[in-house]
């Protein structure tokens, strides 16, 4: 069983809306700097979106004013609402989860990945 699970991919046309769901474990939830990735076919897998344990959030330019990350501290879950989509949003989405550990190891966690696609 993995940390991560993912939810919330599908087929939207250009202009609509999607959201995902990364459900986080809880033994690392509190202490995870969590953030969405990407990966459209045949390139690679690049950084979308991220929130740290404070709340603080960043977005490639390409999804700025768009999608939004959140964290529920509650249910452990990060998700992004992804507005206005594009067809250049098409992409498996994966959440990424790293926490430090002593001696300032970092821990990355995967999840499984979900389909993401818009069409014209």
């Known amino acids: 069983q993995g940390e991560l699970v993912e939810s919330g991919g599908g087929l939207v046309q250009a202009g609509g809306s999607l959201r995902l769901s990364c459900g986080v474990s809880?033994?690392?939830?509190?202490?995870?700097?969590v953030a969405w990735y990407r990966q459209p076919p045949g390139k690679p897998r690049d950084l979308v979106a991220a929130?740290?344990?404070?709340?603080?959030?960043d977005y490639t330019d390409s999804v700025k004013g768009r999608f939004t990350i959140s964290r529920d501290n509650v249910k452990n879950t990060v998700d992004l609402q992804m507005n206005s989509l594009k067809p250049e949003d098409t992409a498996v989405y994966y959440c990424?989860?790293?926490?430090?550990?002593?001696?300032?190891?970092?821990?990355?966690?995967w999840g499984q990945g979900t389909q993401v696609t818009v069409s014209s």
């Open positions: 990424k989860a790293q926490t430090t550990g002593k001696g300032w190891t970092r821990y990355n966690y």
């Open positions: 809880g033994s690392i939830f509190s202490r995870a700097w």
């Open positions: 929130i740290t344990t404070g709340g603080l959030t």
